[in-house]
């Protein structure tokens, strides 16, 4: 294999890994970043190229009697999904089998992907407010209580944003998620502002639910990545467990200094 033969080769592994990097840091279930590696490597290609992928790391190699041997690993660590960006790798690898781009012309467009800003601030936390308000009413509160649940899930992310997330790990940010919105919703029904602290607690702690982790880990072990499946399975166990100590810890100082009104 010539010299140049071999630039390419690993300008296409790189390429291959960076596109898997941003799928997996981004919420997307293992299958599918294996699919896109091996597209890449085929439609440039690379025909002995591996990848296995585990929900916080990619390893990958390639090489045979015609090929030169390569090999790396790639630490991924378990973060936020955000769609926008899976999307935009998915719509990418469809163009790129059209011929529509070289190997650093997709790997450029990648780059713009993993550059992609999220959503602003104060979006995230209008949504998460909006968000309470109405699974509140869903689950069968009241008009009171979703107005209860709003004003939570808006304190809720903005402590996420500025207080859990920059200064917190994962397992105290989220106990003191739960505690925060357990101690509000307490306030606002021992103050007569909604009748059914359940759904108002219910509502406004749903902007902390792993959802998109949970249905994954459920999705890798379908697929019989059971080491994958069961790492995410376990980091959505620990949320949930998370947000339940914060919840219990803040009942038992409302009941107690509420004279056991939340009872």
Same mark, same amino acid.
């Given at each position: ?76 660590? #378990? ?75 808006? #304190? ?24 925060? #919105? ?48 069961? #790492? ?32």
């Amino acid at each position: 294999m010539s010299e140049a033969e071999n630039i390419k080769e690993n300008e296409v592994m790189e390429t291959a890994l960076l596109a898997g990097h941003i799928l997996l840091e981004n919420g997307a279930e293992i299958s599918r970043v294996e699919e896109t590696f091996d597209r890449i490597c085929s439609h440039y290609g690379v025909n002995s190229g591996n990848a296995f992928v585990l929900s916080n790391g990619i390893f990958t190699t390639v090489g045979d009697d015609r090929e030169k041997y390569y090999a790396k690993v790639q630490h991924i660590p #378990v973060s936020a999904a955000r769609f926008n960006r899976v999307a935009a790798v998915n719509q990418l690898s469809r163009e790129m089998e059209t011929g529509k781009y070289t190997v650093s012309e997709l790997r450029e467009a990648l780059e713009r992907i993993k550059k992609m800003p999220g959503k602003k601030r104060r979006t995230q936390i209008a949504a998460s407010a909006v968000g309470s308000a109405a699974f509140c009413l869903l689950f069968g509160g009241s008009l009171w209580d979703a107005a209860a649940a709003f004003v939570s899930g808006l #304190v809720l992310y903005v402590y996420i944003l500025y207080v859990s997330g920059p200064h917190l790990s994962k397992i105290v940010g989220n106990i003191g998620g739960g505690a925060l #919105v357990t101690f509000l919703c307490g306030l606002f029904y021992m103050s007569g502002l909604g009748s059914r602290i359940d759904y108002m607690i219910i509502g406004s702690v749903m902007p902390m639910i792993p959802g998109v982790a949970f249905t994954n880990g459920i999705m890798d072990i379908a697929s019989c990545d059971y080491i994958s499946g069961a #790492v995410r399975l376990l980091d959505a166990m620990l949320v949930f467990f998370g947000i339940a100590i914060g919840m219990g810890m803040a009942f038992t100082l409302l009941s107690a200094f509420g004279g056991g009104i939340l009872l």
